[in-house]
């Protein structure tokens, strides 16, 4: 290259390095604008959006000129809140007659496809943050990472690493011993030390939170009950090793002893807690941590159940047990001032389904208001994220939905959300 081309260049090079990049500005026009749940809502509002983030709320219909926008929103005949989130889901699968032949027939990469068809149903339904709770580690991972540089589109994901006993419900179950030898991973641990190192190993590869399984599940396919399985001091050193290296820790319970050890352990949220009762109330409120309750999964575990096909003999039994027992002990928890965090267990129901788990909270006597600082306010604070996420506030993530008719007065709005954006992308309208 001539050299006083590549002085050119060179200077050229230097002035872009030093001029701000373009901001893109862009206006909503908000009808009604719940800006920070468990707040009145406002209305006529206008948010100001620069470079995906919130840059003001103001009173009033702005005009474009005034901002130099780039593009102005109307929703003036619609509720505008912030962005949902499910804090329980399992992106890389769905319960159907199907799933034996998938796991024999699917290959990884495959399942990471569906994993992200299943992350788009999602987004769709008006959740821009899910915490998937468990699935193929690395795809997940790789999923996450790829819509955090802004590659595809696609809800953020907190994502797990799973620590789980020999036998335990997040162990494998259900299939020949060649197969579950070879399906048997790293993450399953026996004794306090082993399950350190599963905890450590689960955060080198990349777990945002470790998930452990303190009580047996559902799903197993194993008629080992619903009680307490991992032992306190296994319970113990997962929370100190997670801790330790600042990360939270989620544990699947369903019996009140599992919940109890595993509140006293010092996880930061039970998953399910289908059998909270006065004790475990008592630990919740001492603790502080969240409950996530997942009536959806429930439910539809019990349906399931009741009409065949799916589930085998033993999940069945499980199932018909936890369905009864799930919605009216959340009831109580909430009633008795348990923190929730809005979660479904979206794989046992169908993805983009997630709002239904609002209409059964509501059943149980749970407030409009109240379900959706579950899902926002409630649900950024559980994940560390209060700084960024779960309100419409200066600085924050422009993540915004959009319903015609107000939650607040039919909580059933949020089953047909018509508008997404997912910071300052307009994904659905």
């Known amino acids: 290259m001539h ?3 590549f002085k050119l260049l060179t200077a050229l090079g230097a002035i872009l390095a030093v001029t701000p990049a373009f901001a893109e500005t862009q206006l909503i026009h908000a009808g009604e604008l719940l800006a920070v749940p468990g ?3 406002l209305t006529e509002q206008t948010v100001v959006i620069t470079d995906g983030r919130i840059s003001e709320v103001v009173d009033g219909y702005q005009n474009a000129d005034d901002y130099d926008a780039d593009s102005v929103i109307d929703l003036k005949d619609s509720f505008v809140m912030p962005g949902l989130m499910d804090m329980h889901v399992h992106l890389q699968g769905e319960l159907s007659p199907e799933n034996d032949s998938r796991a024999l027939r699917w290959s990884d990469e495959l399942i990471q496809m569906y994993g992200y068809h299943n992350a788009m149903t999602t987004l769709m339904a008006g959740f821009t943050t899910v915490r998937d709770a468990g699935s193929r580690n690395q795809q997940t991972y790789a999923v996450r990472d790829a819509i955090n540089k802004g590659w595809i589109d696609g809800p953020r994901i907190i994502a797990a690493g799973g620590v789980g006993i020999t036998g335990g419900h997040a162990d494998v ?3 020949k011993h060649e197969f579950m030898e070879l399906m048997t991973d790293e993450s399953i641990c026996d004794g306090p030390y082993d399950c350190r190192r599963a905890t450590r190993n ?4 990349g777990a945002d939170f470790i998930k452990i399984t303190s009580t047996g599940g559902v799903l197993t396919d194993r008629a080992t009950g619903t009680g307490k399985q991992m032992e306190d001091d296994e319970l113990v050193e997962v929370v100190r090793a997670a801790h330790s ?8 319970a369903h019996q009140e002893d599992g919940i109890i050890a595993a509140l006293k352990a010092g996880v930061d949220s039970i998953e399910h807690g289908t059998y909270t009762g006065p004790d475990a109330i008592r630990e919740f409120k001492r603790s502080g941590a969240y409950l996530v309750p997942t009536l959806l ?3 539809t575990a019990g349906e399931m159940a009741r009409k065949g096909g799916i589930l085998t003999p033993a999940q069945s039994a499980k199932a018909i047990e936890v369905s009864a027992a799930m919605q009216g002990n959340f009831a109580k928890a909430h009633k008795a001032g348990v923190k929730v965090a809005f979660g479904t267990d979206s794989a046992v129901s169908q993805h983009g389904q997630n709002a239904r788990e609002a209409v059964l909270m509501n059943e149980a006597g749970m407030s409009e208001m109240d379900i959706l600082v579950s899902a926002t306010v409630n649900a950024a604070d559980l994940i560390g994220m209060s700084d960024s996420l779960g309100t419409i506030e200066p600085g ?3 993540d915004l939905v959009a319903t015609q008719i107000s939650p607040l007065e039919s909580i059933d709005a949020l089953l047909d959300i018509g508008f997404v954006m ?3 992308k307009v994904i659905k309208q």
């Open 3 to 5: 050299i006083r081309a």
């Open 39 to 41: 707040k009145k809502p």
């Open 173 to 175: 179950s259900g299939a």
């Open 396 to 398: 924050k993530h422009a």
């Open 245 to 252: 290296m600042g990360r939270k820790v989620a544990s699947h």
């Open 202 to 205: 689960g955060i080198k590869y």
């Open 422 to 424: 997912k910071s300052g």
């Open 297 to 299: 999964a429930g439910a």
